[in-house]
């Protein structure tokens, strides 16, 4: 790279601002987001708040429902006290039936599509010709007294129209009597099977008819069940009564309200001992699971549970539960942490289930609203995903059958634990609307999981929130994408696109755009406005530019209604020195130049071919001009810098003193994605600098920019986004010089005649590599 010397003037002139460039590409992805988001009015205000107007119903619930293990299968009955406060009258109110998503003409059967390459699942197999009757089987509806309400069914949907309209400010109470066939567990609720007893585990969701929400964005709120978006409920009370056959234990996101009445002395021994315990206490050991495993009922028993200003309703049961808890201190708060889980899950779940649960209390608490609500629960269901529900979630995490696992399965499992506990907070005291925004939810609560990952482990591998993780989404042809801002009914990779790009984008804010002090303020004022109310995305998005004086309507626009990539590049670099002026230095320079282009090879050549020159062998032939030095400094050249100098002021004088360098970097925003630019500086004295210009950079021209950047040393390489911060697609690009290429590594390799196998996992090989030891050194366990 050559350096460019400059005089005063025309550095004055490098340095015109941007509207000077001769190139200019117009945009408008810094433009306010006010067309696109709804107008502001008296329920939902211009700053994200909740209006002076603002409102939300309510439903509270007196449930009686009996587990029949035999028949796999739910009987319930409610009383359900609906409050409008809305400021309209209700002819008639719908009522959520989401167990018909399983029946055989659901819309979520008969809109899925499929097809079958090398075979076909056992699951999708059984989907497919599953003969039985499930769905809801609605036996009443009836008013306060008795009579009989009419209603409509509507798939997954039930209008219930009222003898006469619910006025506002009033409630009503009606009850409605149900029962229907639990499904096999596929992923938010069912039972599973373990072992050859044929015992199941039952995790037990949207399980009673429940009240949709009618609000002052929608109405009603009666999208469809279609299985992938998720649920959009009213806070209220609950009161359930859950009978079931009287060795099976019951969990459910509540609080007990009768333990003396279904357990044991010893378990209420063990119950408080669990409330000043620093680590889980056993409820309900692994041997007495066991032992309930080859028992047989002689009875029932109904246990009571509590659960107030919450949105669901949840619960667990099996005979085969192992059961601990302890309570932890969540913000001067005592909180009880608990998990279910059966044999299978040891010992991955007794050593730390519980303890996440109490983690993430905390580290969510500290981040948003403080935990409200007396207990949280973790249950294992199932070697994978998981599912949340207000106070209890169901998740995945399962040991092979030696007890050993992969590192993989329990950070797979913490994480998990982390993010399905860590859905209390969002929806379930934030209460998003699942049904139209998964990303609410989602998106948000995957963030939160990132950062309480890394406060359990400072090396947790978290599989999303890091900008360079979702690199390879973005990568993709925005025609396989859909934008953040989708419905979830409507998005293609769900995990992807609901979970990890938000999560990403919010990392993003936090570290990048806004900083950890302005974010963290912002985002914990978003929680404490929205606890316990229904926020949307624009209440989303107007909270944290209210509360941190940050304009992110460029951010919101790239990332969450937009599906462009970040792609950066820096094209060129140019470098500038300050001309001093100076003849001694101006002139050894010119020299030095003229000495280097006079190296030519015919120069080289002729000085072996050329012996003598003629005026060589004929000195008299020699002139002034002969031995004058065209470099040296004239006295005229002398005293025009004597004058120049002397023009100058003190402080032109100290820039011309000072030798710094001008470079002007040319940046690309290949990608479309505006985002901060993020560049080091490595020097030749082998030290570094980070600078960083906010995205507001490319706001003239959306293609280009290029920065003057002065420094006092030279910079021997440019380095773009040097700590993964922007999630750019394309990093071969981000340096200048360019890096070289690097070879595309091959294997030699010899053909064996056989499959490879991946054999056991490495706490087995260690554990074998163990008791081969003691078989061979004669062990004492011998």
């Keep these: ?46 700053s994200g708040s909740p209006g002076k107007d603002y409102w939300q119903q309510r439903a509270d619930y007196d449930i009686k429902v009996e587990l029949d293990d035999i ?67 609605i036996t009443a509806v009836k008013d306060a ?32 009597d149900w029962n229907y066939l639990i499904t096999e567990y596929y992923g938010r609720s069912g039972y599973e099977i373990l072992g050859k007893e044929n015992i199941a ?26 299985g992938q978006g998720e649920f959009t409920l009213n806070f209220g009370n609950y009161k359930v009564a859950i009978t079931a056959p009287n060795d099976i234990v019951v969990g459910a996101g509540g609080e ?30 692994q041997d007495e699971a066991i032992k309930a495993e080859k028992s047989v009922p002689t009875g029932k028993k109904t246990w009571v549970f509590k659960a107030d200003n919450v949105r669901d309703f949840a619960f667990t049961a099996s005979r085969k539960f192992i059961w601990d808890a302890m309570q932890v201190d969540v913000e001067g708060k005592k909180v009880w942490a608990m998990s279910y889980y059966s044999k299978e899950g040891n010992p991955l779940w007794g050593k730390y289930s519980t303890m996440v649960v109490a983690h993430t209390l905390r580290s969510y608490s500290k981040r948003t609203v403080a935990y409200p609500y007396p207990v949280a629960i973790s249950c294992h269901a199932t070697a994978g995903g998981g599912m949340e529900y207000p106070m209890i979630s169901f998740n995945g995490g399962r040991p092979e059958a030696d007890g050993t696992y992969t590192e993989n399965v329990k950070n797979g499992m913490i994480g998990v634990i982390i993010h399905e506990v860590g859905h209390n907070f969002f929806p379930m005291i934030i209460n998003s609307d699942e ?36 690199v390879p989404y973005m990568r ?69 530019e209210d509360a941190s004086g940050v304009d992110l309507d460029w951010f919101w626009r790239g990332w969450f209604y937009g599906t462009e990539p970040v792609n950066q590049s820096i094209e060129t670099v140019e470098w500038f020195g300050i001309d001093t002026q100076d003849p001694t230095v101006k002139k050894a320079g010119d020299k030095a130049v003229a000495e280097a282009k006079a190296k030519t090879m015919s120069a080289i050549r002729n000085k072996t071919d050329i012996k003598r020159t003629v005026v060589e062998e004929n000195p008299d032939l020699t002139d002034f001009y002969n031995t004058y030095d065209r470099f040296a400094p004239t006295e005229a050249d002398k005293k025009k810098y004597q004058d120049y100098m002397a023009s100058l002021n003190e402080d032109e004088k100290k820039l011309v003193s000072e030798g710094k360098n001008f470079y002007v970097v040319n940046f690309k925003n290949k990608g479309g994605l505006p985002m ?41 390489k440019w380095t773009l986004d040097p700590f993964y911060e922007i999630a750019d697609i394309d990093t071969e690009d981000n340096s200048f010089p360019r890096e070289p290429a690097q070879p595309t590594k091959v294997q030699l390799f010899k053909m064996q005649g056989r499959t490879y196998s991946g054999g056991p996992n490495p706490m087995q090989e260690a554990k074998n590599a163990k008791e081969k030891s003691g078989a061979v050194t004669g062990s004492k366990n011998n």
């Design 1 to 46: 790279m050559l350096k460019k010397l400059l005089s005063l003037v025309a550095l004055t002139t490098l340095l015109l601002p941007a509207k000077a460039q001769t190139s200019f590409n117009a945009n408008n992805r810094f433009e306010q987001l006010e067309s696109t988001l709804p107008t502001p009015n008296s329920y939902r205000t211009a």
């Design 71 to 137: 028949n796999r299968k739910i009987i319930g009955s409610e009383t359900i006290t609906y409050y409008n406060n809305s400021p309209d009258d209700l002819p008639y109110l719908w009522i959520q039936l989401d167990q018909n998503l399983f029946e055989k003409n659901a819309p979520g059967k008969t809109t899925k599509t499929g097809e079958i390459k090398n075979g076909i699942s056992a699951g999708a197999f059984q989907e497919l010709t599953d003969p039985k009757d499930y769905g809801y089987k």
């Design 145 to 176: 007294k008795g009579n009989p309400l009419r209603h409509t069914i509507n798939q997954t949907m039930m209008r219930i129209d009222l003898p006469t309209p619910l006025k506002s400010g009033a409630s009503v109470s009606f009850g409605i």
């Design 201 to 226: 585990n039952y995790f037990i969701a949207h399980w009673f008819p429940r009240l949709a929400v009618y609000n002052d964005v929608y109405g009603w709120q009666h999208k469809q069940f279609m």
């Design 256 to 285: 007990l309200l009768n333990p003396n009445q279904v357990m044991t002395a010893t378990q209420l021994k063990r119950w408080e001992q669990a409330k000043t315990a620093t680590r889980p206490v056993e409820i309900v050991t």
């Design 435 to 470: 049904r139209q925004w998964s990303w609410m939810d989602e998106g948000l609560n995957t963030f939160c999981q990132y950062l309480a990952e890394q406060e359990w482990d400072r090396n947790f591998p978290a599989r999303r929130g890091e900008p360079q993780t979702i």
């Design 476 to 544: 993709l042809d925005s025609k396989n994408q859909v934008p953040i801002m989708a419905n979830s009914e409507n998005i293609m990779d769900f995990g992807n696109n609901a979970y990890a790009k938000p999560a990403t984008a919010l990392n993003i804010l936090r570290e990048t755009v806004m900083g950890r002090e302005l974010f963290d303020y912002a985002f914990k004022e978003y929680a404490r406005r929205w606890a316990f109310k229904q926020p949307y995305p624009a209440d989303f998005f107007r909270t944290l």
């Design 676 to 716: 901060p630019v993020i560049v080091k500086l490595s020097y030749e004295d082998g030290t570094d600098e980070v600078l960083r210009f906010p995205a507001e950079v490319w706001r003239l021209n959306d293609v280009t920019a290029k920065k003057i950047i002065p420094t006092s040393k030279k910079v021997v």
